[in-house]
């Protein structure tokens, strides 16, 4: 599985960033995908996860109610609005799936920064 991130950027606080991230390879081993952050000096943490045959999304306290993940299975193209922008929100940001075989796969990461 291949997955190449896109959308990253820079924001001014209160603004809005589209991520997304298009699988290819073997996407039909894929049982969830997500979205992690990470910053220098600290571990990464997870954003939002989705499970793809069955939608269900959980996400950080942090990020409820601004940040939204969806996926369009046609496409295998996962995305991340973000909105409400908050300077903590800067962070590379990198897609995951996690495929039936317990693989965890991971993107190159793309850049959010955030403005005060």
């Known amino acids: 599985v291949r997955l190449v991130e896109s959308g990253g950027g820079l924001v001014q606080a209160g603004g809005s960033l589209r991520l997304s991230c298009a699988a290819s390879g073997s996407t039909f081993s894929i049982d969830a995908m997500g979205w992690y952050r990470q910053t220098p000096g600290k571990q990464r943490e997870v954003v939002a996860l989705i499970v793809k045959n069955l939608g269900n999304t959980n996400y950080a306290d942090s990020v409820k109610g601004r940040f939204t993940i969806s996926l369009d299975n046609a496409k295998n193209t996962m995305y991340l609005q973000m909105n409400r922008l908050k300077p903590e929100d800067t962070a590379v940001y990198y897609c995951?799936?996690?495929?039936?075989?317990?693989?965890?796969?991971w993107g190159q990461g793309t850049q959010v920064t955030v403005s005060s």
């Open positions: 995951n799936a996690y495929d039936a075989y317990k693989n965890d796969h």
